[in-house]
């Protein structure tokens, strides 16, 4: 099938992209290995926005402190905490006055002796500063009974799970069935998720020695699982490296749950969907 139509004059607006890859990617350029400067990364968003895969990009991700650089930057922004519950609060009043739009907070749970009254702290706090905008949680650790228990009070606080997936020492990648065990444990518990690092790939794959996941591996799980497949039936398309199965299989409620990843580059996910003949419903629309 052919390629879309990727000249630099089409309005973005005019096209019509796949639900399923609509916001998948949130530009996370200024974090590692990508490291882009921040001046650099958030013109390189505002310049995408006039491009043909527009639609790919949801959040501009970046930290609360890199806030005050970014002054009246139009995007929606992700904003990962550098600290604890107690700085949940503090964006959203510099925000306002920035002129600024948070779309979402990412906070991670610091106190691995009492994750899930760490979690209560988390939730208090956003009650407290009247946060309405989702905010992910990341709860470190393989999915023990502790790890467990504080997914069901993220659930129960009606917040979101987001999942580290990757790690510049590849012998800090989670395995596939912790993967698959973190997927199950949020859908068991109806309950979103977004996922960082190590994702710039749609298709598993093995760089430098290291296992590194793949995005459409983790849709196509998290589509196996919603559909009542087991961990061990997930762990295996977790770790599936033919990309051409992977792009025939049906995600359509995946995105339901599975709600983006952030990414370093926004080139080598689209590259990998453009390659896999994913994005041809990307059509012109009157």
């Known amino acids: ?27 996370a350029a200024i974090f590692p290995p990508g490291d882009a400067p921040l001046p650099e990364a958030t ?33 929606p922004l992700s904003v990962v905490l550098t600290g604890g519950a ?28 009492d994750p899930v009254g760490n979690v209560r702290r988390i939730d208090a706090a956003a009650r407290d500063a009247g946060i309405e905008v989702p905010v992910y949680v990341e709860v470190p650790g393989p999915p023990t009974a502790s790890w467990l228990a504080a997914a ?16 510049v020492d590849h012998d800090l990648i989670p395995d596939a069935a912790t993967v698959a065990g973190w997927i ?21 794959h093995d760089p430098e020695g290291g296992g590194a996941h793949g995005f459409l591996n983790v849709m196509a799980a998290t589509q196996a699982l919603w ?39 926004v080139t080598e996910p689209l590259d990998d969907l453009v390659s896999l003949g994913l994005t041809t419903e990307a059509v012109d629309t009157p």
């Open 152 to 167: 069901d009070e993220v659930a129960a606080c009606d917040h979101r799970l987001k999942l580290r997936l990757g790690h």
């Open 1 to 27: 099938m052919a390629s879309p139509d990727t000249s630099l004059d089409l309005d973005p607006r005019s096209r019509r992209w796949p639900e399923q890859w609509r916001g998948l990617v949130d530009d």
């Open 43 to 75: 013109a390189a968003y505002a310049a995408r926005t006039r491009e043909w895969h527009a639609d790919l990009v949801g959040s501009f991700v970046l930290r609360d402190t890199d806030l005050p650089l970014v002054r009246g930057f139009d995007a």
């Open 184 to 204: 199950d444990a949020a859908l068991d518990r109806e309950m979103r998720f977004k996922a960082t690092a190590g994702l710039h790939r749609a298709v598993r």
């Open 86 to 113: 107690g700085q949940l609060a503090g964006p959203f009043g510099l925000a306002d006055r920035l002129g600024l739009s948070i779309a979402a907070l990412e906070v991670a749970v610091r106190d691995v002796d």
């Open 227 to 265: 559909d009542g497949a087991g961990v061990a039936d997930a762990t295996a398309v977790l770790e599936q490296r033919d990309g051409a199965a992977l792009a025939a299989t049906d995600v359509s409620a995946a995105r339901r749950w599975f709600t983006s990843f952030g990414s370093c580059s």
